[in-house]
């Protein structure tokens, strides 16, 4: 089991620098939208990512789905607290 959760605690150390580094986007996209007047969200662009998912295993393909849908809802949240100034 030790073997086990080591490897675990690496996915989850690179799945953080991962996201931290996509938050960093985020951000240069959510100051680019304000300065070219484009909403934050955009339903065309996230239909388009989950069409896009390539995962044989049906089951996995659903959880990916909703782990990929809780992380455009935070990204929404972190362009919207940029986009009031908050940042």
Known sequence: MKK???KLNQIDDEIR???I???KLIKQIAKY???NNILVEDKAREKEMIEHID???PLIKDLY?????EMISVSKI???TIKEGAL
């Open 4 to 6: 086990y959760r080591k």
């Open 17 to 19: 620098r991962l996201f």
């Open 21 to 23: 580094e996509r938050m």
């Open 33 to 35: 939208k304000i300065d």
């Open 55 to 57: 995962i044989e295993d």
């Open 65 to 69: 789905i909703r782990v990929l849908t």
């Open 78 to 80: 972190y362009q919207e």
